[in-house]
């Protein structure tokens, strides 16, 4: 189980001190909870307290929403319960944090291919894309 916790919470954090001190914290109040609820409750504490930099586009309710669904698991129920929201703006905080990692500052991470290049494909294969 503390396996779980502290990997849970290096993703979240990308910092293995952060990672130990939340791991520790998260076991010593555990008092014996389920595995899933700790799993949860690290990653939580971690995005809040040093969220890593691949979560950095988003704002923090957007973070503990995709930081739960992506890192611990949990589904948009869950996740609804776990912050006390309502499962729609769970997924609509969901939607706006996937779009931020997608764009920063509205430009394309990834520039699409010129018009006139037949395809996305390697020259070798855009003879072969129509």
Do not use: K, N
């Not at 076991?27 to 890593?52: K, Q």
């Amino acid at each position: 189980m503390l396996t779980r916790v502290y990997t849970a919470a290096f993703a979240a954090s990308g910092d293995q001190a952060v990672a130990e001190q939340v791991s520790e914290r998260v076991m010593l109040a555990a008092g014996g909870g389920d595995a899933g609820a700790l799993v949860e409750r690290a990653v939580l504490l971690a995005i809040r307290t040093s969220p890593a930099a691949a979560f950095a586009p988003m704002c923090a309710r957007e973070r503990e929403v995709i930081a739960l669904a992506r890192l611990a698991g949990a589904t948009t129920s869950r996740v609804a319960t776990v912050l006390g929201v309502e499962p729609a703006e769970v997924r609509a905080l969901m939607r706006t944090g996937l779009r931020a990692l997608v764009s920063r500052d509205g430009a394309p991470r990834t520039p699409r291919p010129p018009r006139d290049c037949g395809s996305g494909a390697s020259p070798a294969h855009a003879a072969h894309a129509s």
